[in-house]
């Protein structure tokens, strides 16, 4: 069965810091693969999404960035955090854009 | 862009059928539509998915008019642990996940 593994589960960091947070999937291959951040009683707001090794689309501007070094591998980065970047955190995979996605346990994200 | 229009918040007693509609006023012809449920720190579940008329699994079912412009997610029976947010996903378009659009849900609450 297919399994989706996000880390940390919480992180603090101060201001300026950089950011790197993680997310695998495992039991599928060519997945398509979501971060999403979800402010405080807020809804989802997709950040970026790949179809492939390589192919990142950004949906907001802003001062993260996203990887996707290998197929099941999604990666979201920052190299200096700003106060509004605080948020929970998601990533998700389908199996293409027109199936269900199924979403990982969430990063929340304070930043001081 | 599908955007959706959800209310903000229901109440139900145990026991009782909740009905929670969503409305895609310009939802596209190749869109699907999805509901997933959310509990506090965790990340969304997905609950059930239709094109047209009606679906039916074992925790819910989706009714969806001729014209799709609206779905209205039907709970039987809820219970305490039905109380989340409920979020409607409309798009689907394969290679388009930037039209993916989250609703901003509904905070269904439970009571004896």
């Known amino acids: 069965s297919q399994t989706i593994h996000q880390w940390p589960a919480t992180l603090v960091q101060p201001v300026g810091s950089p950011l790197s947070l993680e997310c695998t999937v495992e039991?599928?291959?060519?997945?398509?693969l979501y971060w999403y951040r979800q402010a405080a009683g807020r809804g989802l707001q997709l950040l970026f999404y790949?179809?492939?090794?390589?192919?990142i689309s950004s949906e907001v501007p802003q001062n993260l960035s996203a990887s996707r070094p290998q197929d099941r591998q999604f990666i979201l980065s920052s190299k200096k955090l700003l106060l509004s970047d605080s948020g929970f955190y998601l990533c998700?995979?389908?199996?293409?854009?027109?199936?269900?996605?199924?979403f990982g346990d969430g990063t929340r994200l304070s930043i001081l | 862009l599908a955007k959706t229009t959800q209310p903000i918040s229901m109440d139900s007693y145990e026991g009782q059928e909740v009905n929670i509609t969503c409305s895609h006023n310009?939802?596209?012809?190749?869109?699907?539509i999805t509901w997933y449920q959310q509990f506090p720190s965790q990340g969304p579940r997905f609950i059930i998915q239709?094109?047209?008329t009606k679906v039916t699994n074992e925790v819910a079912s989706l009714f969806i008019p001729a014209d799709r412009k609206s779905s209205t997610l039907s709970l039987p029976r809820v219970s305490l642990s039905d109380t989340a947010v409920y979020y409607c996903?409309?798009?689907?378009?394969?290679?388009?996940?930037?039209?993916?659009?989250f609703g901003t849900g509904t905070r269904l609450q439970v009571t004896l």
């Open positions: 790949s179809v492939g090794i390589g192919q």
């Open positions: 310009n939802i596209a012809t190749n869109d699907y």
């Open positions: 998700a995979w389908s199996d293409d854009s027109r199936q269900p996605q199924h």
């Open positions: 996903l409309v798009g689907g378009d394969t290679g388009t996940a930037s039209k993916l659009t």
């Open positions: 039991g599928t291959s060519n997945p398509n």
């Open positions: 239709g094109y047209k």
